[in-house]
C-alpha cells in the first residue's frame, strides 16, 4: 500500500503532549483507509538545547529533507530565550524547506459558538506569508547596556516573496467563494506596504473571477470582530497573519483548536504541520491540553500527502466532538483531558 514517512518533532511542553494524540488519531486512519504511516521520531527541543547547546543537530535539515511531511508541536520554554528556541528550530525549518505559504484556516463549528456575537457559519482562511516581511535576520541589538541602546530590523519584502504568496491566496480564493482581502498598511507610513499592495493589484488583473479588496491592518483586526462572516481568504505579511491568525482561531472559540500547514507549494522540500499555539508552560504537564489544533494540523497533513478521504474523515471527528458539549478540555469549558478528548475524536470519525 501507498506509505509515507513523517518526521516527528514535539518539541516542548505541551507539544509533548498534543501530538502523541495526533499520531494515535492518524494511525487508526491508516489503517481504515489503507495507507501507511512510518513515524521517525525527533527529540529536538529546548530540553536538548540545555544538554548539549543545540536544539537539533547541525545537519538537522538534512536528516528529516527526504520525508514526505513533518509533524511539530511547538517549542520554546522558560529557562531558554524565546530567540534562541525559534532561530534555532522553527525558523530554520520553515526558510530552508522553502515554506513560504502558512495556511491557517478557521471555522466558526456549529455547537461550538465563538465568543462574537453573529459568528455563526464564519469559515475563512488566512494565507501568511511565512519566511520573509518582517521576520527578518537583517538588523539586531546595538549599543547594549548603553544610554542610546537601540535595536532595529529590516522588514524585507521581495518582488517574488510578495508575489508568490498574493498568487497562492488568489488561486485558493477561486476554489473556495472566490473572496480574498488584502490586510495592509498602505497609508504611505510604512514603506513596504505600498509597494505589496502594487503588486496584489498587479496579480489580481490575472484573476477576474476573485472579488477582492484591501483593509488596513487595524480596520481589519476590528472588522474580523464585528463581521467575521464577511471574510474567506485573507492575505497579509509574515507578521500581519501572525497576529490575525491568533484572533481567527479566538473567534472559532480558541487558540487550542487552530491548527497551520507551513507549504513548500513545489514539493521540493518537505512541508510541516503544526498547531497555532506554543507550548502553553502554565497548563504543561497536567495533560489537560486541548488537542484539537494538532489533530487539525494532522488533517491538513494527510490531505497535503494525498488522502483526502481520511483527512476529511479526520475534520469531520474534530468537528463532531467539539460541537457535542460532552467532552471538552478545560480551555473550552469542560473538564475533559487530552487522552479522553482524543478518543471522542477517534470514536466520532464517521464510519
Ligand atoms: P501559547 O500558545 O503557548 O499559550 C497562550 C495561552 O493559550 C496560554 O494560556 C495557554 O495555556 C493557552 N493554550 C495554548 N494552547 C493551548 C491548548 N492546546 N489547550 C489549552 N490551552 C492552550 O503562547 P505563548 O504563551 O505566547 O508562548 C509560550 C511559548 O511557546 C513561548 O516560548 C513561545 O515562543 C512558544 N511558541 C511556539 C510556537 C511554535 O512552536 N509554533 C508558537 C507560539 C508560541
Ligand atoms: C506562530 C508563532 C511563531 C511565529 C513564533 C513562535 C515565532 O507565533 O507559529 O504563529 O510568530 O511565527
Ligand atoms: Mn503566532
New binding site residues.
Given amino acids: 500500500s501507498t506509505g509515507y514517512r513523517i518526521a516527528v518533532i514535539p518539541g516542548d511542553g505541551i507539544g509533548t503532549e498534543v501530538i502523541p494524540a495526533a499520531l494515535t488519531v492518524l494511525k487508526a486512519l491508516a489503517d481504515r483507509f489503507g495507507f501507511s504511516l512510518h513515524f521517525d521520531h525527533f527529540d529536538w527541543s529546548c530540553r536538548r538545547y540545555l544538554e548539549t547547546g543545540r536544539m537539533m543537530p547541525g545537519n538537522g535539515l538534512d536528516m528529516i529533507s527526504g520525508h514526505d511531511a513533518i509533524l511539530l508541536g511547538a517549542?520554546?520554554w522558560p529557562g531558554v530565550p524565546?530567540h534562541v528556541s525559534?532561530w534555532g528550530l522553527?525558523?530554520p525549518i520553515r526558510r530552508g524547506f522553502r515554506q513560504y505559504v502558512?495556511l491557517r484556516p478557521i471555522k466558526v463549528m456549529e455547537g461550538l459558538p465563538g465568543p462574537l456575537r453573529g459568528s455563526e457559519g464564519v469559515d475563512f482562511v488566512v494565507v501568511r506569508e511565512n519566511v520573509e516581511g518582517e521576520?527578518s535576520e537583517i538588523g539586531g541589538r546595538l549599543n547594549r547596556g548603553f544610554p542610546d541602546e537601540m535595536a532595529v530590523q529590516e522588514a524585507v519584502f521581495t518582488r517574488p516573496g510578495v508575489t508568490r504568496i498574493v498568487d497562492y491566496a488568489f488561486k485558493l480564493a477561486a476554489t473556495r467563494r472566490g473572496r480574498l482581502t488584502s490586510a495592509t498598511k498602505s497609508n504611505g507610513i510604512v514603506h513596504t506596504m505600498p509597494f505589496w499592495d502594487e503588486i496584489v493589484r498587479e496579480r489580481a488583473a490575472e484573476h477576474p473571477g476573485v472579488d477582492w479588496w484591501q483593509e488596513h491592518i487595524d480596520a481589519l483586526a476590528a472588522k474580523l470582530v464585528l463581521t467575521p462572516g464577511a471574510y474567506d481568504v485573507i492575505v497579509g505579511s509574515?507578521l500581519f497573519g501572525?497576529i490575525l491568525?491568533?484572533l481567527a482561531a479566538a473567534i472559532a472559540g480558541g487558540i487550542g483548536i487552530a491548527p497551520?500547514a507551513n507549504i513548500n507549494p513545489e514539493r521540493t522540500f518537505p512541508s510541516m504541520f503544526?498547531p497555532?499555539h506554543?507550548s502553553a508552560p502554565d497548563i504543561a504537564g497536567r495533560g489537560i491540553a486541548n488537542p484539537a489544533g494538532a489533530l487539525w494540523s494532522a488533517s491538513l497533513m494527510l490531505d497535503h500527502l494525498g488522502q483526502a478521504d481520511a483527512a476529511r474523515a479526520l475534520l469531520t471527528g474534530i468537528e463532531r466532538t467539539l460541537s457535542d458539549r460532552t467532552v471538552r478540555t478545560p480551555d473550552l469549558g469542560g473538564t475533559a483531558t487530552t487522552q479522553e478528548m482524543t478518543e471522542a475524536v477517534l470514536a466520532a470519525l464517521p464510519a
Fill in positions: 517549542v520554546g524565546d525559534l522553527l525558523i502558512n521576520y509574515n501572525d491568525s491568533d497551520s503544526e497555532v506554543g
